[in-house]
């Protein structure tokens, strides 16, 4: 009987012990932190208008030479021109494109989302083939990775249509021009498609927190995260972010935001106090990758399981065979002979590297 019952008293603090760790992943619905993301409530206001007096604003440098591609208007189903008219309503009301005669236009068109929604496209191949290129450079992501050891709380804050956070330089909207049945208009503020809009985005944002970066802060373009040894250092950590986002004027997306986590995605991978892994819906589609049909289909294989290679010993020797048929005129079919090699070793590798151990990465030894 007393067996029985120190077992069940076992039972109950073992099942006690998990329900409290299950717990303490998320902290969010903390009064502590109800009360910090209320005080900032500003912070995740939808964005409207241009902020003219930051730092960093979106050049369009053009090649020597340069004239205005000309296009034509690609016609539209009836409720495409629906969702124009509703869009192009939307984008003036919240001042990010005014009325153009610039002797550019670059032609739009949509493209059906995944939950069958339509979105706006605008062509700027042509633009952007005549822009210098800006070489600044986007963070290595293995080298933010590594920033995160001894780290046990974690934040991941996404800024509510990023881009269009950041103003276009005035001399430069004209180019940016794009004609529709509705008219022809300009845009105000940066948008995506913009040969250089990552690299921008990303000097504005290194900009803002660069005093943060490697202390308690990683920045990936919109992807902000915050990270911290103690609950109390991470309340604090946090609330330093969300003023520096009030000083600044970006805004947030709250439903899109993850707050005092211990444990996340971010980046393409699983983050906790332990560890770091692989995405397991990601090492799936390397498994379950279909049979390339060209050099293009094994580079994109190579592309993604490369980005996992650091969880795979002997990754380059693995995928030699792989990487050098992307570089000879070779036939496809040279694929199969390779197949039950490098292809079905890789994703058995990755699937064997469950977690990748982070406690001899580097991090401060003291964070302000």
């Known amino acids: 009987m007393a067996a029985g019952q120190d077992q069940t008293s076992m039972d109950a603090e073992e099942l006690q012990r998990l329900t409290a760790d299950s717990q303490a992943t998320d902290l969010s619905s903390d009064s502590r932190v109800v009360r910090l993301l209320d005080e900032f409530a500003d912070v995740f206001e939808s964005p409207t208008g241009v902020m003219p007096d930051r730092p960093i604003s979106h050049k369009i440098i053009l090649e020597a030479g340069a004239v205005p591609p000309k296009g034509c208007i690609y016609r539209m189903s009836e409720e495409e021109l629906t ?170 997306n709250r439903d899109k935001c993850e707050f005092v986590r211990q444990e996340l995605e971010y980046l393409g991978h699983f983050v906790t106090p332990q560890g770091i892994s692989p995405l397991s819906d990601k090492i799936q589609a390397v498994q379950d990758w279909p049979e390339p049909r060209n050099v293009t289909d094994i580079r994109s294989f190579l592309g993604l399981a490369g980005y996992y290679q650091r969880f795979i010993k002997g990754y380059s020797k693995i995928a030699a065979h792989l990487t050098k048929l992307q570089c000879e005129d070779r036939p496809c079919r040279e694929w199969f002979g390779y197949r039950r090699g490098s292809v079905a070793s890789l994703p058995h590798e990755l699937w064997a590297a469950l977690i990748a151990e982070v406690g001899e990465f580097s991090m401060p030894s003291s964070m302000p």
């Open 83 to 252: 969702v124009l008219r509703a869009q192009l309503d939307d984008l003036l009301d919240k001042g990010w494109i005014r009325p153009s005669s610039s002797p550019y236009g670059a032609p739009v068109l949509f493209v059906r989302k995944k939950n069958k929604d339509l979105r706006l496209c605008i062509d700027y191949r042509k633009l952007n083939a005549q822009t210098v290129k800006n070489a600044g450079p986007l963070p290595r992501i293995d080298d933010l990775l590594e920033r995160l050891g001894g780290a046990k709380f974690f934040s991941k804050l996404d800024l509510k249509s990023g881009n269009h956070q950041i103003s276009i330089r005035p001399q430069d909207r004209y180019k940016t021009s794009f004609k529709t049945r509705y008219g022809h208009f300009e845009w105000v503020v940066m948008l995506f498609g913009l040969t250089n809009a990552p690299v921008t985005f990303q000097a504005a944002m290194t900009n803002e927190f660069r005093a943060m970066l490697d202390r308690f802060v990683l920045v990936y373009l919109d992807d902000i995260l915050v990270y911290s040894r103690t609950l109390e250092e991470h309340l604090d950590h946090l609330r330093r972010v969300l003023e520096r986002l009030r000083r600044a004027k970006f805004k947030a």
